[in-house]
């Protein structure tokens, strides 16, 4: 008896908490970044750090052997400087699919409301040579995998749990405060207990971390957690993305926008004749988006990327009523042949010819800021402490701008024989990134609610705007400086 | 006014008081009194105002944030001196394998070649702080924020704390445990001067001490004594002037709070210069320690601590290595 006892109380202390430095929650670009960053840095590769993700990351494992055909259709653009952290600081450049990505130099935004206003954006003025690179999402979490494995063979060691979910967090701290709350007595234990998160897992073991770092999304548990209040709105838009066919690959390497009431419309380019369109639209147009005909839907793009308000309304109509309604076809290029040949080819993008099969898909579009990123061992990064209308493409780069910033803070720390959990150490990371991305956020929707409208006044205001902006070529360059990241 | 006139009060030397230059002078008559009270002892009143302050010492928020923020700024001054003045190549080292180190400024020499040689020199650092196992001492650690630090580092071996409050200690020592990284620490209820002398540290700290203790050069002495060669005693501490009293105590204690009022006594800075001249007075000691550096730092509300260019005013760090 007494001997079954004795191993039961070994057992149980042998399952104790596992003490962690790092626990990461979340396993996208951004947590996936931030462990590989962490680990190659020579300051902080002695972390012990575990990254947790609840499904399961077999499918991103595959694409480094075996890539699908079709782009997929989460394609993100990255800017020079997001490139630049990716190539010296992570090391996991070397590992992107180089056949998968496109660099671009030019951006065109255009006015559906008015014909002449439009903006032309020329990257060849920064140093970097392009103004962004288009990538996948899986591409990207690909190479991070490959990277932190490779770091793995030189000995540098890391945990990924995946096909595992957060069950809950506490803390001997927390349940330390509750039991003198609700004793009213001020128990001694508040004094000695540990305010290290303890993180209980799906598959039964639990973690106990100097720091918690939350990449988990707009959704964060780590940030309720935090109790880290997230403020912001919907947009009441939903984001359509698909993957589709040019008529030909097109050399000029542009980016395109068109700015229609319902939302900017984009076609980006990847390599060949493939492309990413993101289209921001009504909740009422992004269910017909989604459910005309693959047939209809690549001419709807060429209608919404050359048409006038007016007949975009009648053919969205007509398609409301039913979506398959194949006489838009007919409609379509009717409307567009009172374009001059000459001004489609010159000033719009090469037409649409097919949709890659299952490529559609909507999101619900908001803005979403957190108060802060850090509170004490608890620190957000990516869409867990903001989410950004995907106008400017900034989301995915912002989430690598919040990486290298935390990094070195915690590199900071650790130089100094800090306590990494500290917020003395973590502090700087809120002061340096949160205002810069708060402003950025704030351009985004800006311009998201001055495009959304026909009202005359405005309408006349923003062309006059661009018209200007456009000639002021070094108001331009700035631009282009701020928005690359440079 | 009430409120000035505690810090009005303590500015002008008080009479019977021995200030700076003087206090650092009179170790030898102070070996009488060695054998009741300490001669690092702070006075009673000031004992009682740092147990009082235990309970808080770790709430970066509270109380002791200045000093939390301060701790950063030593931890840099501690990490990049003993960094710029390891010794890159050791005596007899080949030509060919030696880390070079132009005898000019850097900045003169083309970008790509200025980096080589600052990445090169960089690296041996590392190589050079990576096998190291060095011992260190914090006198007056209090609730041991610089000592957990200390106790951090990768090239730091074993960190000893001593102080003379208990309550402070009982606070470190509560605190230590709840680190599960902190086995190379060790508190003790300990002056310097009843610590063995043939126990011999590379790093020897007394941050923010010196102000609050009656015998400062004998605490020096002893902390002199046991430092080995090419180890560091580094000390900060308040120069005695109007600046100082209008930060540290007007500002800091009675008008914005930033610390708790009694914490600083303005007869008992010392300046910089004093400290210089007291290692240069004494020919064998100047012969065996030279000052290396010494920087001013002050407190910016917003910002943090900061380090200033002129170490003659206001707060400051010095660094003193052992050379023989």
């Not at chain 1, 351009?443 to 062309?463: A, E, M, N, Q």
């Not at chain 2, 230059?21 to 002892?41: E, F, I, P």
């Not at chain 2, 610089?146 to 951090?152: K, M, N, P, Q």
Request: aromatic share 8%; proline share 4%.
């Amino acid at each position: 008896m007494l001997f079954k006892r004795l191993l039961a109380t070994a057992a149980k202390s042998v399952q104790g908490p596992v003490l962690q430095d790092v626990v990461i929650i979340g396993g996208g670009p951004a947590g996936l970044s931030l462990l590989a960053a962490l680990k190659s840095s020579s300051i902080t590769r002695n972390l012990k750090c575990t990254l947790v993700e609840g499904s399961s990351l077999e499918g991103i494992r595959e694409f480094a052997d075996s890539p699908p055909e079709e782009y997929t259709n989460r394609v993100v653009s990255l800017t020079p400087k997001s490139v630049e952290f990716m190539q010296s600081k992570i090391g996991n450049w070397e590992f992107m699919n180089q056949d998968r990505i496109k660099f671009y130099n030019n951006i065109i935004a255009y006015d559906s409301q008015d014909r002449t206003s439009r903006i032309v954006f020329d990257g060849s003025a920064i140093e970097a040579g392009f103004l962004a690179v288009m990538a996948e999402n899986v591409n990207i979490q690909s190479s991070l995998l490959q990277r932190i494995s490779q770091l793995k063979e030189e000995g540098v060691d890391s945990t990924i749990l995946d096909n595992t979910k957060v069950l809950s967090i506490g803390s001997a701290l927390k349940e330390a405060e509750a039991a003198s709350e609700s004793t009213n007595i001020m128990s001694e234990n508040v004094a000695t207990a540990s305010d290290w998160p303890i993180v209980n897992l799906s598959d039964g073991s639990s973690i106990q971390t100097r720091l918690l770092v939350g990449a988990d999304g707009f959704n964060s548990p780590v940030r309720k957690y935090a109790g880290i209040q997230s403020r912001g709105w919907a947009y009441d838009r939903f984001g359509v993305v698909a993957t589709v066919k040019l008529q030909y690959e097109d050399y000029r390497s542009i980016g395109w926008q068109r700015f229609l009431t319902t939302g900017p419309l984009a076609i980006l380019p990847l390599t060949e004749d493939n492309a990413t369109i993101v289209w921001s639209s009504t909740p009422e147009l992004s269910e017909i988006l989604i459910a005309c005909d693959e047939q209809i839907f690549p001419e709807l793009v060429n209608a919404a990327m050359t048409l006038d308000e007016v007949s975009l309304n009648f053919i969205y109509a007509k398609l409301k009523k039913n979506p398959n309604d194949f006489s838009v076809l007919d409609d379509i290029p009717w409307r567009q042949s009172r374009l001059k040949v000459n001004d489609l080819e010159e000033n719009y993008p090469l037409p649409v010819t097919e949709v890659v099969p299952g490529s559609r898909a909507r999101f619900p579009l908001k803005l979403s800021h957190a108060d802060t990123y850090t509170s004490a061992r608890i620190a957000l990064v990516g869409d867990a402490a903001h989410t950004v209308h995907p106008l400017a493409g900034q989301g995915l780069n912002m989430g690598q701008g919040d990486v290298q910033a935390l990094v070195e803070a915690i590199e900071k720390g650790v130089t100094r024989g800090m306590d990494i959990g500290s917020t003395l150490v973590l502090e700087p990371y809120t002061s340096n990134q949160w205002p810069g991305n708060h402003v950025l956020m704030g351009v985004c929707d800006k311009l998201h609610k001055i495009f959304s409208t026909d009202w005359y006044p405005i309408v006349f205001l923003r062309g006059f705007g661009m018209k200007n902006l456009n000639m002021l070529d070094f108001v331009k360059d700035m631009m282009i400086k701020n928005i690359s990241g440079r | 006014m009430n409120i000035l006139k505690g810090a009005i009060a303590g500015y002008g030397p008080r009479k019977n008081v021995v200030l700076g230059l003087v206090r650092l002078a009179s170790t030898s008559s102070s070996g009488a009194s060695s054998s009741s009270v300490k001669d690092t002892a702070i006075t009673e009143d000031e004992m009682s105002h740092f147990n009082a302050l235990a309970s808080s010492w770790w709430d970066v928020d509270g109380p002791q944030r200045i000093l939390h923020k301060m701790n950063l700024l030593r931890m840099d001054f501690i990490h990049t001196t003993i960094r710029e003045h390891l010794q890159l190549n050791e005596p007899n080292t080949p030509v060919e394998d030696e880390i070079y180190v132009p005898a000019y400024g850097l900045e003169l020499l083309p970008k790509p070649i200025r980096n080589r040689i600052i990445s090169e020199q960089e690296n041996k650092r590392d190589e050079i702080l990576g096998k190291s196992k060095l011992k260190a001492l914090d006198v007056g650690c209090g609730g041991g924020i610089l000592t957990e630090s200390l106790a951090r580092l990768s090239f730091i071996h074993s960190v000893k704390g001593i102080d003379l409050s208990s309550d402070v200690l009982q606070a470190a020592k509560v605190h230590q445990l709840k680190d599960p990284q902190l086995t190379k620490l060790q508190y003790e209820l300990k002056a310097i001067e009843d610590l063995p002398s043939n126990q011999q540290y590379d790093i020897i700290t007394m941050f923010e001490m010196l102000e609050h203790v009656t015998y400062p050069a004998k605490v020096l002495e002893e902390a002199l004594s046991r430092v080995k060669v090419g180890g560091w005693v580094f000390i900060s501490t308040i120069n005695r002037d109007f600046v100082s009293w209008f930060t540290t105590i007007l500002m800091g204690e009675h008008l914005l709070n930033i610390v708790p009022v009694g914490t600083h006594t303005l007869d008992k800075y010392i300046n910089q210069t004093e400290i210089k001249d007291w290692i240069e007075s004494d020919s064998d000691r100047s012969e065996k320690y030279k000052v290396v550096r010494a920087e001013g730092c002050i407190y910016l509300p917003a910002y943090g601590w900061k380090f200033t260019e002129n170490p003659n005013v206001g707060n400051y760090f010095m660094a003193i290595q052992r050379k023989k």
